[in-house]
């Protein structure tokens, strides 16, 4: 930043100078101001996070005060009877609906890419993406009504309610990556194994869903992620005796912080950080 | 649309092409019908709760038809006698939500800009880097990051230890459960919102009309709001609409940072289907809340046709 100031410093009236090819000179994509904002955001976003972190590495009780390294609150997380409980509900949660998710958005991307325009195709983007429109809260009051309706109805409260509502708003997460990898795959590989007598489910297995694959993977990975950490789709969807671990999460925060919940929560984070890497490095490499 | 290019393959006519139409309609049923049930249904079940008697206990009373929950929204009966006044506290609560949310707006606005022009900015290689750098906390828990930043801002927290331990107030100052606990929090959660479509529009600019500016004796100030801006508005418009919705609907971070005092319109229809027990007026304002939402969406799309048509 030092260098970027001296250099508006010095330079500033030095105009009208081709694009520099030595980072001396006049440059052009210098902003005055923008470095040291973009540096504050990072602050801003890095800090709390960091915080966070560091305090669940604490020997202490105190979220503030340092008191030297320990692993014991991630080892007294891991024993949480009720932690695991709320853990594993996730996980399950998680990996039913981010498949079923997957599945039927493949399917739909199949039907809604590389054609030409048919009735309904319009119709169909915006149903799927629907739930990307409307507020979180919105859609789970709405859930509310209908499944108490139904619980009482039907007599069932368990699972299903919750995996299915994960399924409903993972759709579009799932839909997007999918059908982006389709649109940039051209029709020329099925019809060359058409061409060579390939029944269509052959060609489909053979070809186009090994091509596929780092599409579904990608949007099989956001759908995961979406859906552990849906707080409030869940919180009102949820029997009694069914919290999640964000909703578990939730209700603690409501009786004070401790840095139990800074080690959960760091475990968490880490969790996510590692999906999205991952999926960063599969989109990488797909350019 | 990317689907503009002609696959031939797929353009077959009369009953084949119906075949393949209904082929296709089968194949996205599953998908369709998942969102139907499990999304867009309940809220047409949930505007016809709107319109119905409460019940005593929560729920409605079926087939009972009142004007109570949308009358609610806006008024309210006295008790005693029946006179009506205008529902101060959901106008409160309303005008706050609103306030907040365009706050965080212009605050996402005046650290994402610069911030994606900062990425825009870098050389390629470690342009990936910082972006990756926005992307983690925008799919990190959103509990999660509400929960950091409270540690940050609480009385105890790192901040207040900052302030008063570099001599600049005396005691902790109280930022939990106020106003701007919520939009320092939602500034936060929903910033890697705005950054990521600035950049996108950002990165697509054609430098060499930033220097044909500065060749025609534009200031540093003229290039900014003749050039870069205007280029990439596309992306400012998508942030701040990004940023804005789910402001409106935030539930979490002010229920978290707000306490219960300083609700937003999400927690305000929490209330109505809990301790309030009036689902027909939660219903009500719900729907209120997504016609504004809609509203927005409108506002959007109409600019992004717009920008396509420049660009």
Not at chain 1, 237 to 255: A, E
Not at chain 2, 15 to 31: K, Q
Not at chain 2, 98 to 122: E, H, K
Not at chain 2, 237 to 260: E, H, K, M, Q
Request: proline residues 6%; glycine residues 8%.
């Amino acid at each position: 930043m030092a260098e970027f100031r001296a250099r508006r410093g010095s330079n500033d009236n030095r105009r009208a100078r081709p694009a520099p090819r030595r980072r001396t000179g006049f440059d052009v994509r210098a902003m005055p101001g923008a470095g040291t904002l973009a540096v504050a955001t990072f602050f801003l976003l890095y800090i709390p996070m960091a915080t966070l972190v560091v305090f669940a590495f604490n020997s202490g009780q105190s979220l503030s005060v340092w008191e030297g390294f320990s692993f014991r609150w991630f080892v007294s997380a891991w024993h949480n009877a009720a932690i695991q409980e709320v853990a594993l509900r996730s996980l399950l949660i998680a990996v039913v609906a981010a498949t079923c998710a997957t599945i039927v958005a493949t399917m739909a991307a199949l039907a809604t890419t590389r054609t030409a325009p048919y009735p309904g195709l319009t119709f169909k983007y915006a149903f799927i993406n629907q739930p990307l429109m409307v507020p979180e809260i919105v859609t789970a009051v709405a859930l509310l009504i209908v499944f108490s309706r139904l619980k009482v109805w039907t007599g069932y409260s368990g699972l299903g309610y919750l995996i299915l509502a994960h399924t409903a708003f993972c759709i579009p997460f799932a839909y997007l990556p999918i059908r982006a990898r389709l649109e940039s795959m051209d029709l020329t590989l099925e019809r060359a194994a058409a061409d060579l007598y390939a029944p269509p489910l052959a060609a489909f297995r053979r070809v186009t869903l090994p091509l596929l694959k780092p599409g579904i993977l990608a949007g099989f990975m956001l759908a995961f992620v979406i859906s552990l950490d849906d707080v409030v789709i869940t919180e009102f969807v949820k029997s009694g005796g069914q919290d999640t671990l964000p909703t578990y999460l939730l209700g603690q925060l409501r009786r004070g912080v401790s840095p139990d919940i800074n080690a959960v929560a760091t475990m968490f984070l880490a969790l996510s950080a590692v999906v999205v890497t991952i999926y960063f490095l599969i989109n990488r490499r797909r350019v | 649309m990317p689907s503009a290019a002609p696959h031939p393959a797929v353009r077959p006519r009369g009953a084949r092409r119906g075949r393949e139409i209904a082929r296709r309609w089968l194949l996205s049923a599953p998908a369709l019908l998942v969102i139907l049930v499990a999304a867009v249904g309940p809220l047409f079940v949930m505007a016809l709760y709107s319109v119905m008697a409460k019940g005593d206990f929560g729920d409605v009373r079926f087939g009972t038809f009142s004007s109570e929950g949308w009358f609610g929204v806006f008024f309210q009966r006295d008790i005693f006698d029946d006179t009506l006044t205008l529902a101060d506290a959901h106008l409160t609560i309303f005008w706050r939500s609103v306030v907040l949310s365009l706050q965080t707006t212009l605050a996402a606005l005046l650290l994402g800009v610069p911030t994606a022009y900062f990425i825009a900015t870098r050389p390629a290689r470690s342009r990936e880097i910082w972006l990756f750098l926005i992307t983690i906390p925008f799919w990190t828990n959103l509990l999660i990051r509400t929960f950091a930043i409270q540690e940050v801002i609480r009385n105890e927290g790192i901040l207040n230890g900052a302030l008063v331990g570099l001599g600049i107030v005396d005691r902790p100052v109280q930022i939990m459960f106020t106003d701007t606990a919520i939009l320092i929090g939602m500034v936060y959660v929903y910033l890697p919102l705005m950054v990521l479509p600035v950049y996108a529009s950002m990165e697509k600019i054609d430098f060499r009309l930033v220097e044909a500016g500065y060749d025609l004796y534009a200031g540093r100030l003229a290039v900014l709001r003749r050039i870069i801006l205007p280029l990439a508005r596309p992306g400012i418009v998508a942030g701040s609409i990004l940023v804005f919705i789910p402001s409106l609907g935030a539930y979490v971070t002010p229920r978290v940072l707000g306490g219960g005092k300083n609700m937003m319109l999400g927690n305000l229809i929490e209330l109505q289907f809990g301790p309030g027990r009036n689902w027909p007026l939660g219903a009500a304002i719900s729907i209120t809340l997504m016609a504004v939402v809609m509203l927005a969406l409108l506002v959007y799309v109409r600019n992004a046709t717009k920008g396509g048509q420049h660009g």
